[in-house]
C-alpha cells in the first residue's frame, strides 16, 4: 500500500521543486542558528542567497561524523534545547556515538517517514508486529515503533535479546511481522529449532529488516527459514533514524523519502558526484529537520541509485542495497573487499549455514583473510575429505567472484558468536 500517495508518487518536475525551497529554507536556518554551519559557509563564501537552484547543492560543504563528535553533544542543534523533545544517538559502530535531537515536528515527520517504508514493506493495521530492535538511545526500535503505531499496526516492543522469549511471544501474541536485524531475525530462527518450534508455524508474514548490511541471498535464506516476506530498510541516525528509505513490494532498490532528504552518490575521494547509476558514497541533505539539520552529510555507506522507474508507481529515487560501509572495505593483498561480497558467495553454496565470520592477520606485510564458516553438525563430524573438497570449493568460489585468495574454515554450528543487534562481521587481529 501507498501510505502518501500524494508524496510518493508525485512528479519529478514537483519534486525538485520542493526540495529547492526546502534546502533554501534549511540553508538559511543553519547560518542563523549553527554556528558550525555559519564559520563554514562564511569560510566558503557562501550566502544562504546563493543557493537559487538544485544545482547549488554542490556549493555546500560536507558534513563528516567527526563533526558531530567534536561538537559533542548539542553543539550542532539548530534550536535551544528547550524545543527538542528526545534525543537519541547512534550505535557507536565506527567509535564515539554521535548525539542526535528531535522537536516534536522532527518526531512527527519521522512517524510519517517510517509509516511509509512499513506501508512500502505490506505492513497493515491487520498486523501485529514484533520489534526486536534495542529500545534506549538507538534509533532503531523507536523510530519503527512511532511509525507502525501511526499505520495503526498493533505493536509488541520486546526490545532485543532474550531469544527464547521472542520465540514464546512470537507463538503467543501471535506476531505476523517481525522488526531485527537480519543477522538477529537468523538467530532467533535457529533458537525456534532448538525450542522444539517450527519458525514455519509461527506466521510470521513479513520481516522489516535493517540496520545492519545484509545481502539479497542472506535475506533469501531467511525467507526460506521464516516462510516471509523479507524487506530491507535503511536509515542512520545523524540524519533522522530508520525511515530515510525502504523498498517496497518490487524490491528493486530502496526508496529515498526525497521530500525530506536530497540524496547524491559521490566519489569518497574525490568527493566529486559518480556518473548516475554508479557505485559511490551516499551523501544526504535534510529537508525538514529542525533540531539537527546536516548539509550533505557523508554517510559513507556505498551504493548506487537504480534507474528506471518503479512498478509501484511511487517516483521517489531508489537506492540499492550498500554493499557496506566505506570503513568495512578490507584490502587484500591489494584487492579492495567488502565483506557482502564475501556473505554473497556463502549464501550461494548451500552445504553452509548463514553464519560466518571474516578475521584478519598480518604475516609480515601480507594480509591474510579467513573466512570462518559454520556447517551443520553432520558435515563438520563427516569425513574429513568431504570438509576439506567443501572448504575448496568455497575458497574457488571466493577466488572467482571476488579476485582474492581466502583460507576457508568451517567452523561447528553455533560456534561464531551470535548477536541480538548488529552482527560483528570482521575481527581485524593486525593491529
Ligand atoms: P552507527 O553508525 O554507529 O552504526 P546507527 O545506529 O545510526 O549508528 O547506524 C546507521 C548505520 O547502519 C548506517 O550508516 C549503515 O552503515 C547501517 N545501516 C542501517 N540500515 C542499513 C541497511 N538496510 N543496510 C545496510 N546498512 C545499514
Ligand atoms: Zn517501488
Known sequence: MIWNESMECMPRSQIQELQLERLKSVVERVYNNVGFYRKRLDALGIKPGDI??????????????????????YGMFAVPLR????????????????????????????SELVARIVSEAGVTADDVVQISFGYGLFTGAFGLHYGLEKVGATVIPVSSGNTE?????????GSTALVSTPSYALHISEVAEQMGISCQDLGLNIGLFGAEPS??????????????????????????????SGECEFRCGMHINEDHFIAEIIDPDTLEPVPFGEKGELVLTTLTKEALPLLRYRTKDITRFIPGQCECGR??????ETSGRTDDMLIIR???VFPSQIESVLMEIEEVEPHYQLV?????????????????????SGEFRALERLERKIRDRILSVVGITV?????????????????????????
Open 315 to 320: 517516483t521517489f529515487l531508489r537506492m540499492d
Open 334 to 336: 591489494g584487492v579492495n
Open 360 to 380: 584478519i592477520t598480518r604475516e609480515g606485510y601480507l594480509d591474510n583473510l579467513e573466512v570462518q564458516v559454520e556447517v551443520p553438525q553432520k558435515i563438520f
Open 407 to 431: 583460507k576457508v574454515r568451517l567452523v561447528e554450528p553455533r560456534s561464531i558468536a551470535r548477536s541480538s543487534g548488529k552482527a560483528v562481521r570482521v575481527v581485524d587481529k593486525r593491529a
Open 52 to 73: 537559487r537552484g538544485l544545482d547549488d547543492l554542490t556549493k555546500l560543504p560536507f558534513t563528516v561524523k567527526d563533526d558531530l563528535r567534536d561538537n559533542y553533544p
Open 83 to 110: 524545543e527538542v523533545v528526545r534525543v537519541h544517538s547512534s550505535s557507536g559502530t565506527t567509535g564515539i556515538p554521535t548525539v542526535v535531537g528531535y522537536t516534536a515536528n522532527d518526531l512527527d515527520s519521522w
Open 215 to 244: 545481502t539479497k541471498n542472506l535475506r533469501t535464506e531467511i525467507e526460506k527459514r521464516w516462510g516471509l516476506f523479507a524487506t530491507n530498510n535503511y536509515g542512520l541516525s545523524e540524519v533522522m533514524g530508520p525511515g530515510v
Open 165 to 173: 522469549r521472542q520465540v514464546r511471544i512470537m507463538r503467543d501474541m
